[in-house]
């Protein structure tokens, strides 16, 4: 079945640092959307990417979606405690709805 | 705000029990959905809800059944519980898309944290 896989499952960082999540994909995906939980919290929304090759940007958050649709990346500049979570992506497939499979997500501490 | 809200934080219970886990949105959401989230699986959808009395099984449906008898509310029942429930379960909806149109961000409740003893 369809999978999408998450790297890397951990990640510490000294405050100030930079941080990449990678996404990989099965199969070739309708958008993607990218999620943040919080420690103690539920998923939030952060953005949703639906054309090849795109890129978005929310301030030190950047966001980027393949060429072949199959894999997506989140990369934070200068991190900070805030940013302390899990940033899960969910990969969408249609087939006359919409369908989503999350990946693992990567848990992300930042060291002040 | 939306709001998706579900019944109980934090839930106990004994194995080959019925349990049922409540959530109900408040934004007129087509689209409802429950996960389970365990360390290191990420979010598993055991089933969605597209419509009031439709579902659909998701990747991990066994164990489990689901009831939509209004828009707003969305049960999930574990018809005998047994250990490997004890999970965190997660519920969540969105809007649905009109015909070729983009999907629409999930909103989460804050989850039940599920134990079954």
């Known amino acids: 079945g369809q999978q999408v896989m998450q790297i890397p499952q951990y990640q510490h960082v000294q405050e100030g640092e930079d941080f990449t999540t990678y996404c990989n994909s099965s199969?070739?995906?309708?958008?993607i959307q990218w999620y943040k939980q919080r420690p103690g919290g539920h998923p939030v929304f952060l953005i949703q990417l639906v054309k090849s090759g795109e890129v978005k940007k929310q301030k030190r958050l950047t966001f980027q979606f393949g060429e072949a649709k199959k894999n997506s990346s989140l990369h934070i500049t200068a991190t900070q405690t805030t940013d302390v979570g899990t940033y899960f992506c969910a990969g969408a497939t249609y087939s006359g709805t919409y369908k989503y499979i999350f990946g693992t997500g990567t848990r992300l501490k930042v060291l002040a | 705000d939306v709001k998706v809200t579900q019944s109980s934080r934090y839930l106990v219970k004994r194995t080959g029990e019925k349990v049922f886990l409540e959530c109900v949105q408040d934004m007129d959401h087509e689209n409802m959905f429950w996960y389970r989230q365990d360390p290191g699986l990420g979010l598993r959808l055991i089933y969605f809800s597209y419509d009031v009395k439709m579902k659909e099984k998701g990747d991990i449906p066994e164990g489990y059944s689901v009831s939509r008898e209004k828009k707003e509310r969305f049960s999930l029942i574990l018809e005998s519980a047994s250990t490997n429930q004890t999970s965190m379960y997660l519920c969540a909806s969105s809007l649905s898309p009109g015909l070729g149109a983009i999907s629409y961000e999930q909103y989460f409740g804050p989850g039940t944290r599920l134990t079954v003893t």
């Open positions: 199969t070739t995906l309708s958008n």
